[in-house]
């Protein structure tokens, strides 16, 4: 005989991340790439002739 429960299956529970605390290099470096970003989308939309 099979011991096996019916139903799915949760998932195992991921333990919580740390929130770290970012300096001003960290900072830095988000907000360059926020705008590195915004120009890549900017320049894509513009080859493809959007406004």
Known sequence: MSSRQGGKLKPLKQPKKQ????DDDD???KQKQKEEAAAKKAAIDKLKGKK
């Open 19 to 22: 929130q770290k605390e970012l």
């Open 27 to 29: 900072l830095a470096f």
